[in-house]
């Protein structure tokens, strides 16, 4: 019973006229009851869901350009961060990790002592020889002096 009133009042308000204003004119208190004044139930439901569809679509288009949109900003910066994940790595290709760098200088530091033990060593010895042979010279001078005083008294005692 409930299904054939449904029914019955779908029927009749799918039908029965709905009183339409087309202007403001219509509007006023004059009440003009012509039929052009009156439109169907369902032409006006019908062009209230075209208008919601016109509505709903005028949504989704914008929504999908604001979606290309924000995809076109995101695979910009992912390039940039990309780029510059790249410029990165080859700056880090030019550092030395801290480790590495204390062991080579360690080493150069040791060879460094090394190095100098060597050359206090030798700077040693040639003191020593300049040393040694300065002596040389000046045994050898005096005694050349005392050679040469010798002969001159020789010849000047000859003579």
Same mark, same amino acid.
Request: glycine share 2%.
């Given at each position: ?23 403001? #004119?219509?509007?006023?208190? #004059? ?9 169907? /139930? ?36 992912? #390039? ?38 060597? $050359? ?12 040694? $042979? ?9 005694? /050349? ?15």
């Amino acid at each position: 019973m409930l299904k054939l009133l449904l029914i019955y009042f779908s029927i009749v308000l799918a039908s029965s006229p709905c009183f339409a204003f087309g202007s403001a #004119e219509y509007a006023s208190t #004059e009440k003009d009851f012509s039929k052009d004044n009156y439109v169907l /139930l369902r032409e006006y439901i019908d062009r209230i869901m075209a208008e919601k569809d016109k509505y709903y679509e005028l949504c989704f288009r914008n929504s999908q350009n604001a979606l290309s949109l924000s995809k076109t900003e995101l695979d910009r910066r992912l #390039e940039d961060l990309n780029e510059l994940r790249k410029s990165v790595e080859k700056d880090r290709a030019q550092f030395v990790k801290l480790e590495t760098f204390n062991f080579k200088i360690e080493a150069e530091d040791s060879l460094i002592a090394s190095l100098d033990k060597r $050359i206090t060593v030798i700077e040693t010895r040639i003191l020593t020889w300049v040393g040694m $042979i300065g002596a040389l010279f000046f045994i050898i001078q005096i005694s /050349l002096w005392i050679w040469f005083q010798k002969r001159n008294n020789k010849r000047g005692s000859s003579s």
